[in-house]
Every structure is written in C-alpha cells, then in structure tokens.
Nanobody, 121 residues
Framework: QVQVVESGGGLVQPEGSLRLSCAAS????????MGWYRQAPGKERELVAA???????NYADSVKGRFTISRDNAQNTVYLQMNSLKPEDTAVYYC???????????????WGKGTLVTVSS
C-alpha cells in the first residue's frame, strides 16, 4: 500500500505566497518523477510542475518564474513554493508520484486527494 498526502493549501491574498508539501509513504521501493497538478472549477486537470529523481524540473508556462518545485528523496517528499500568487492560480492542487512498490511489477502513478488553494482579496 502507498499513500500520497498533500498539505499546505489555504486562502492567500494576491501576490502572496504558499508552500505545498506532499509526502509518499508505504511499501515504496523507488520513486521516479514527482509532480504537482491543479484543477480549477470547470477546467481540466493540468500539470503545474514536475521534478525527476535527479532534480530536473519542468514548469507550466503560466507559473514559470513564480513557482519552484523541489524534492527530498530521502523523505519521499516533494514541495511546491508558490510566490506572486494570482487569482487564476485558484484550484485544487494534486500531488503525483511515479512509484515502484516493493513486490510490484512496474512503476505506477499514485495521486493524493488534493489540497485547495484560493487566491482572493
């Protein structure tokens, strides 16, 4: 069994900052890429940022220069530092991790339940 749990969402004013955290736990052998996705009301889920085990990153154009993704491989944790937040960043943010489990036959994607980020004055 693997659990992926996000934390750190909340209400923030425009131009404010938030830091999201996501921890994976359970029968984990190895984690490949980890990433953050978001889904705003009435819209499809979209990739926000992702990071490989080696530290290579990629970002959605809409968050480049404002968001920073990082990870701690020893703690099976990924973070998303969000600065200069805008109302259009309002969404449920989901953590994704591509995980090899102990006794498993291949890597699979695991998702958290999401954490709500609301940017409003």
């Amino acid at each position: 069994q693997v659990q992926v749990v996000e934390s750190g969402g909340g209400l923030v004013q425009p131009e404010g900052s938030l830091r999201l955290s996501c921890a994976a736990s359970g029968s984990i052998l190895y984690i490949n890429a980890m990433g953050w996705y978001r889904q705003a009301p009435g819209k499809e889920r979209e990739l926000v940022a992702a990071v490989t085990r080696g530290g290579s990153t990629n970002y959605a154009d809409s968050v480049k220069g404002r968001f920073t993704i990082s990870r701690d491989n020893a703690q099976n944790t990924v973070y998303l530092q969000m600065n200069s937040l805008k109302p259009e960043d309002t969404a449920v943010y989901y953590c994704n991790a591509n995980i090899w489990t102990i006794g498993g036959y291949g890597a699979m994607d695991y998702w958290g339940k999401g954490t709500l980020v609301t940017v409003s004055s």
